[in-house]
């Protein structure tokens, strides 16, 4: 059912609401990730290549396992981590072997990273040259160490919060790379009208929709 003029308005004026309210907070955020330090992007991507169709608790939750049994330094068996009923990962044979690929070429990525480059750049290089990273989980990785300028995470709760306010007309089923800039160019637009910028925007959505500020 679509929203009505009225429904966006209200919606809109609660979000404005929500961002006065927690703007302190999502600010503070958004400064955790910029100073986060180059020694941890290993395993703030190993993260963002777990999110996929599983909970950002549970995958918070298996790379906390994988880093204390010492993933980016050991040659262990790493399927087993992922499987654990604790902290379920679904796809966990396909996202062991993404991991896999990722740590053998994680000097190249980490050379990448240190190298000048525009976000939107830096996003195409990744997307290309590391298995199991789509645009939004690229995106998601550049947001969490602070290199994500002008770029959007369109996951579940962003797409919906995007239908509900008219920004987009649906969510589609799955999102080519032509979409999702697209979509993402659509958010930009809508932030800049309401006058709240992108990466805070981003925060209000999802906290609106979960209830938390999380990475």
């Known amino acids: 059912m679509k929203s009505t003029s009225r429904d966006k308005t209200k919606l809109l004026d609660e979000l404005e609401h929500h961002y006065l309210t927690h703007k302190e907070a999502i600010r503070v ?4 990730f910029q100073s986060v330090p180059p020694s941890e992007y290993f ?13 950002a608790a549970h995958a918070e939750q298996a790379v906390a396992q994988l880093r204390a049994a010492g993933f980016r330094s050991h040659p262990i068996d790493i399927e087993p981590i992922l499987r654990r009923k604790e902290h379920y990962i679904r796809f966990h044979r396909t996202k062991t072997r993404h991991l896999l690929h990722m740590k053998e070429q994680f000097s190249i990525i980490a ?4 190298e000048p480059a525009s976000a939107f750049d830096l996003r195409q290089w990744l997307v290309m040259h590391i298995i199991g990273l789509g645009y939004k989980e690229a995106t998601h990785f550049l947001r969490n160490i602070g290199k994500n300028d002008g770029l959007a995470i369109l996951d579940r709760h962003i797409l919906r919060m995007l239908e509900l306010l008219g920004v987009v007309d649906s969510i589609p089923n799955s999102i080519s790379k032509k979409q999702y800039l697209e ?3 659509r958010f930009k637009i809508f932030s ?3 006058g709240i910028g992108l990466d805070e925007l981003d925060l209000v959505f999802w906290s609106k ?6 990475k």
């Open 29 to 32: 955020r958004l400064s955790e």
């Open 43 to 55: 395993y703030e991507l190993t993260y963002c290549l777990l999110t996929p169709q599983s909970s």
């Open 111 to 114: 050379q990448k990273l240190s």
């Open 183 to 185: 979509i993402e160019q």
């Open 192 to 194: 800049n009208n309401v």
């Open 209 to 214: 929709s979960t209830g938390e500020i999380r």
